[in-house]
């Protein structure tokens, strides 16, 4: 089945450092890739995606890359500033699966000055 | 941007009785909406999905008389927990998706706890 892998946390970051989150899938086919960002006491965002292999998602200073030959997307920003504290999920919509979405578990990023 | 609203943000309630959670879909309409339930430090885990005038599909291991799934229009979809229990005390959340494209919407989410 499909499934989705991140990084534990909770990641702790100074101000301004830079941030990698992992994150690995298993599907078959070529399942679309979504960034969720969750701030504390409000529902999921859409943070980025990317929907075939090599594209580059990019919004507010946070890229993912798909990557296929490594099932990856990780998520990426070159610094990070205090409001971007929130949990951050990694998701996978598979080819033809009627948009269902299989989630990460979801890393907590803490940013401090 | 497209907003998916949800009534009661958070909900306390006896065991036994139902509570009936809505979704709405603000500014765009939503042929499909989507139910998830989210346990504490874990991810979301998809319970159904409901499309505009036909019954829900549910998850494996959901039970359909226990949750029960409405989505009568467009942009309205409601999640009753019948009989609940205290192991049913968990946050959900609901998303909306508009036509074919691949982007869920997701509500703020509601708050479910069961005495």
């Known amino acids: 089945g499909n499934s989705v892998t991140q990084m534990e946390g909770p990641v702790t970051l100074s101000e301004e450092a830079f941030l990698t989150i992992n994150c690995t899938y298993t599907a078959t086919g070529y399942p679309s890739l979504f960034w969720y960002v969750q701030y504390p006491g409000e529902g999921l965002q859409l943070l980025l995606k990317a929907t075939k292999a090599d594209d580059k998602g990019s919004n507010k200073g946070f890229e993912a890359t798909y990557r296929k030959e490594t099932t990856s997307f990780h998520l990426e920003k070159g610094s990070v500033q205090v409001s971007d504290s929130a949990v951050y999920f990694c998701?996978?919509?598979?080819?033809?699966?009627?948009?269902?979405?299989?989630f990460g578990t979801g890393t907590q990023l803490k940013v401090e000055l | 941007g497209a907003v998916v609203s949800q009534h009661p943000s958070r909900v306390i309630c006896k065991s036994g009785t139902s509570v009936k959670i809505e979704c709405r879909s603000l500014d765009f309409q939503a042929t499909t909406m989507f139910w998830y339930r989210q346990f504490p430090k874990q991810s979301l885990m998809l319970m159904a999905t409901s499309n505009e005038g036909s019954k829900a599909t549910y998850e494996q291991g959901v039970e359909k008389d226990k949750f029960l799934i409405n989505h009568a229009s467009l942009t309205l979809s409601t999640l009753t927990v019948t009989s609940a229990h205290p192991e049913d005390s968990s946050f959900y959340i609901c998303s909306a998706r508009e036509g074919h494209t691949d982007t869920q919407y997701f509500g703020p989410g509601t708050r479910l706890t069961v005495l």
């Open positions: 998701a996978l919509s598979p080819t033809g699966g009627g948009n269902k979405l299989t």
